[in-house]
């Protein structure tokens, strides 16, 4: 007969600190960089309203013109503008972004501001993590943030396993992070931020069947056993 266990303080408990679970060296935080497929919202700020009009943006105050239009990445890593040439954009952070299609406006517009943002700024969970998809609501959104918006991992999740599949660029396979959510070195490492289109999967553990959460759920256990 399998033996039943109680699921402990060590086996749910974050940031702990102990040199039985893995050590996660620091890691310089990385801006997320446009990949194809995305959806960049673009926001030109302008005073001369009829070379807004130009561009196809309709004027939102009496003083400036301010419309948000909505671009895809083509595949090659480009967006199209009107009247200006495809714009690379692929494998730039968004400030970076703003940058280079405010220099090609300015062809045309000299005193244009662009703001430009990410439409698909999602990520999602499954798995004993819970499920759903989410809004990144901020930059630097951390992975206990974003398991706090369903709830936080089950008693039954694998905390010693938890992944994030992360899309690539280039037509590669996704890169999966695997890792140890207890440990406290695991703030500041690379698997700490969540970025845009991340899916977080919490697998259920293989002994989660027999496992109770509390002595008390132990001793009901045996006692309808008997």
């Known amino acids: 007969m399998t033996g039943t266990s109680c699921i402990t ?12 679970l893995p050590q996660y060296p620091k890691a310089e935080y990385e801006y ?18 009829e ?9 939102g105050g009496s003083s400036s013109s301010a419309t948000e239009f909505t671009y895809r990445v083509y595949d090659d890593g480009t967006i ?21 299609i405010e220099e090609k406006l300015k062809d045309f517009v000299p ?10 700024d999602m990520f999602y969970i499954i798995g004993e993590g819970g499920k759903g998809a989410f809004n990144l609501y901020k930059e630097k959104l951390n992975i ?7 709830g936080d991992v089950m008693n039954s999740g694998d905390r010693r396993h938890v ?5 690539r660029d280039g037509g590669q396979e996704p890169e999966i992070l695997e890792f140890d959510i207890r440990t406290n070195s695991i703030i500041d ?38």
């Open 9 to 20: 303080n060590k086996d749910n408990t974050y940031f702990q600190e102990s040199d039985k």
């Open 32 to 49: 997320y960089k446009i990949i194809p497929n995305d959806q960049l919202v673009i926001r030109l700020l302008t005073l001369n309203e």
């Open 51 to 59: 070379a807004a009009a130009i561009f196809n943006f309709e004027s």
């Open 80 to 100: 199209d503008i009107p009247f200006v040439n495809s714009i690379p954009v692929a494998g730039l952070t968004i400030r970076e972004a703003s940058k280079v």
């Open 111 to 120: 005193d244009a501001m662009v703001k430009v943002a990410l439409a698909n």
């Open 144 to 150: 206990f943030q974003a398991l706090a918006m369903t």
């Open 163 to 167: 992944r994030i599949i992360r899309p």
């Open 189 to 226: 490492s690379k698997y700490y931020y969540v970025y845009p289109n991340d899916v977080i999967y919490v697998a259920r553990t293989k002994d989660s069947f027999y496992k109770v959460p509390t002595y008390t759920g132990f001793l009901g256990l045996i006692t309808s056993s008997v």
